[in-house]
C-alpha cells in the first residue's frame, strides 16, 4: 500500500479491481453531512506509530459497520452493484471484513498515512483560505460539537507543563480583542487580549475604545 493515494477515474477504479489493503484495526472517525464525506481511520496504537485516515467523497449511499479487524476495499463489478439494493450512484466501493461485505456508493476514494502532529485531527481536515482558521475537525462542514471542551477542561489543560504535550482532541472558542483598524493601513490591527467568554471581551473593548482607531472581538478556537 503507497501513503498516500487520491483515486478518481475510470481507470483507476475499474470494476472488479481491489484497491485497498490493510490488516489494521479502522474505525468510523467522521461524517460532514453538509460535504458528503465519510472518514474511516486507521489510529496509532502500540503497534503502529503511523495513522492512516480513508476518506470516501461525494457520499450516495452508507451500508457500514464502526469498525474493522483489517479492511480491504474493492470496486463492485456492475453485478455485484446491481444486488445491493441502494440508490443509484457513481460508483460502489466493496468494504471486505472477517468475512463480511460492506459497501459504500461515491465518486472517489483516497487515503494518507503519517505521523499525526498534536494539533491537527486529521490528514483530511487542511485550512480553507477563506477562512484561515485551526481546523478544530478532522472534517471541513457541519460538525455536532462533539469534541468542544468544557471550562474544566480548558482550565485544567491551563495548568500542564510544556514537558506534557498530549494530542488535543479538543478545542473550546476564546474572544480575542482586537484594537487598529479592521483593513490595513497606517494603524494596523494587533490582538490586545483573549478572553474566556464574551461578556469580558465585550467590557474590555468598552474600556479601551476610547483610546484606539477601532476596537472589536475575534472568536478563535483553543487546543486543548
Known sequence: MI???????????????????SERRFALWAYSVSRGRLLLRGPADGDHETT???LFEPIGAIKIQDGYDGLVIRCATAEEAGRLDT???PRVFLLESQGRTDHVTAGAVGWREGVLERTRYGFFSDGDPYDPQW???????????????????????????????????????????????RHRGDDDPSGTGVFLSRADAEEACALVAPTVTDCWIETLPIAI
Open 135 to 181: 481546523p478544530t475537525q478532522p472534517l471541513g462542514g457541519e460538525s455536532g460539537g462533539f469534541n468542544v471542551a468544557s471550562a474544566r477542561d480548558l482550565l485544567d489543560a491551563l495548568g500542564t507543563g510544556d514537558d506534557e504535550r498530549p494530542h488535543r482532541e479538543r478545542y473550546r472558542m476564546v474572544y480575542v480583542l482586537m484594537t487598529g483598524r
Open 52 to 54: 492512516i485516515d480513508l
Open 87 to 89: 440508490p443509484p450512484g
Open 3 to 21: 501513503a498516500n493515494a487520491w483515486l478518481n477515474t475510470d481507470l483507476q477504479l475499474a470494476p472488479g479491481t481491489e484497491i485497498f489493503r
